[in-house]
């Protein structure tokens, strides 16, 4: 067994954003370091209740227990989760059912469940990324791999922002109670993603980046259309990003990310455009 560490994130507002400086913004919107041996940490945060976390069971299997926060006897008594590997192959077992697991594979687990997690090779263990918000009824659980996931392909390299779009959550696929999720995969030669960009109050989002060189960054912005702002962000660190705010970023090389939303309506194309003349 391992332990199990949680931060709380207050929800910040537009105008006390804007007021931010760059030690503020990373405070309070770039969250420590997910993966860490033998730990299960989870970052409870105040935008539509998510839950943002990692597990790497190293040296044996993790248990996912309760938090103080969920004021519940058990982590998932009244939440559903979703776990994507970007790690080395593991298992995620779901109420005594193991589900196999390989690099970007995702496991949906439904409210009411157990969830145990466990690396095929403590040499190379897989890295779990977390993602848990509240939920009003008991989904199955679901195993899907990468190759399962809806796959669409946009933009070009004349915009540098030519990708692979992977929903792994989608309104004609797994249910889910507000949980939606999916990976994007930028082309060798592209760095933007989500440029033209849009909010959706609608909805909270996090962006978990990955794929991404150790010497490289992604610039990762964030803010009202009007009074943007950024963090710089290395490989395997995630954002969190209000419903108020733009989340679009550029990297210095090509990199892939995985995108989470809870809140109203499942349908992630359900979002406001935003024009370049308004950015600022």
């Known amino acids: 067994m391992g332990q199990t560490q949680y931060t709380n994130r207050f929800a910040i507002d537009p105008k006390t954003a804007a007021t931010f400086g760059t030690e503020e913004l990373r405070e309070n919107f770039l969250l420590p370091p997910l993966f860490v041996n033998d730990t299960v940490q989870l970052h409870y945060t105040n935008y539509d209740r998510m839950i943002v976390g990692g597990a790497v069971p190293a040296s044996g299997s993790l248990e996912l227990e309760t938090i103080k926060p969920t004021g519940t006897k058990s982590f998932l008594e009244r939440r559903e989760l979703i776990v994507v590997n970007i790690g080395g192959k593991g298992t995620v077992t779901v109420d005594g ?144 990003s209000p419903g108020w705010s733009i989340h679009s970023g550029a990297g210095t090389a090509n990199y892939s990310f995985i995108w989470a939303m809870a809140g109203d309506n499942v349908d992630y194309t359900d979002v406001d455009l935003v024009s370049m003349d308004d950015l600022k």
């Not at 196999?100 to 897989?126: H, I, L, Q």
């Not at 990324?129 to 996931?149: F, M, Q, T, V, W």
């Not at 960054?217 to 943007?228: A, D, K, S």
């Open 97 to 240: 059912t193991a589900f196999e697991t390989g690099t970007r594979d995702m496991v949906y687990a439904g409210m009411g469940s157990s969830v145990s997690f466990a690396s095929a090779s403590s040499e190379t263990p897989a890295k779990f990324y977390l993602l848990s918000a509240p939920a009003h009824s008991a989904y199955p659980a679901k195993h899907i791999g990468i190759h399962d996931a809806k796959r669409v392909d946009l933009g070009s390299q004349a915009t540098s922002n030519e990708r692979s779009i992977f929903q792994f959550i989608h309104p004609e696929g797994v249910k889910t109670c507000q949980l939606v999720v999916g990976m994007t995969s930028l082309a060798p030669g592209s760095v933007w993603n989500t440029m033209p960009c849009h909010i959706h109050d609608r909805r909270m989002e996090a962006y978990l980046y990955f794929d991404l060189p150790e010497t490289a960054r992604v610039f990762h912005f964030l803010g009202e259309p009007g009074e943007t702002r950024h963090l710089v962000m290395k490989n395997e660190e995630a954002a969190l």
